[in-house]
């Protein structure tokens, strides 16, 4: 069965602390994976990861993929309470049904003042 | 670009009555749309892919007959939840793949769904 398991479940820092995101996957069709923020609605895109060991970045947040040990680091630095939010990672195959997304668990992240 | 809507964004239900939930994709023509649940504290759950012109694919534990997708066009499908119960109430979000984006999937902003 496909699974996609994120750590922590959950996470309290204070603004400027550095936190990393885990997720891991066992999927049988893999093409990438995917970032997502979810504040109170529908996630909002962060990141896709095709290749390993290539850092993709946006601002603070950056991730990485290793596809031999079939997980993915979010690492966000400097983090504001804006930063509050649950991260959910995806992974996506090929073509036809398999282009669904398969979510991890989440990680809620609390960035406290 | 790449705007996806759905309505409503809120609606609350009686028992045993029956709600449609609309997704479209406002500029751009997607020849598939998923449709994913969300319980709180809970990620999200495809429940369907639903293919214009043709049947939907339903995820494994999701009733056919209780959750009815209509991908009548290139730009709406639908999803109506018949028989509503309490355990139902929860986050419906859709999400539209353009043919141009093979593997982009665009989010709606989802539907607050609660059974009373």
């Known amino acids: 069965e496909d699974k996609v398991v994120q750590s922590p479940l959950s996470l309290v820092v204070h603004e400027g602390d550095t936190v990393t995101l885990n997720c891991s996957y066992e999927v049988t069709n893999f093409r990438s994976l995917l970032w997502y923020k979810q504040e109170k609605k529908a996630p909002t895109f962060l990141f896709m990861l095709t290749s390993s060991g290539i850092e993709k970045k946006s601002g603070r947040l950056s991730s990485i993929l290793d596809k031999k040990e079939l997980f993915s680091i979010l690492n966000i630095t400097a983090t504001q309470t804006g930063d509050s939010a649950v991260y959910l990672c995806a992974t996506q195959g090929y073509g036809g049904a398999t282009n669904k997304l398969i979510f991890g668990t989440g990680t809620l992240l609390a960035v406290q003042p | 670009g790449a705007v996806v809507s759905q309505h409503p964004s809120r609606v609350i239900c009686k028992s045993g009555t029956s709600v449609k939930i609309e997704c479209r994709s406002l500029d751009f023509q997607a020849t598939t749309m998923f449709w994913y649940r969300q319980f709180p504290k809970q990620s999200l759950m495809l429940m369907a892919t639903s293919n214009e012109g043709s049947k939907a694919t339903y995820e494994q534990g999701v009733e056919k007959d209780k959750f009815l997708i209509n991908h009548a066009s290139l730009t709406l499908s639908t999803l109506t939840v018949t028989s509503a119960h309490p355990e139902d109430s929860s986050f419906y979000i859709c999400?539209?793949?353009?043919?141009?984006?093979?593997?982009?999937?665009?989010f709606g902003p989802g539907t607050r769904l609660t059974v009373t």
């Open positions: 999400s539209a793949r353009a043919p141009r984006d093979s593997y982009e999937q665009y």
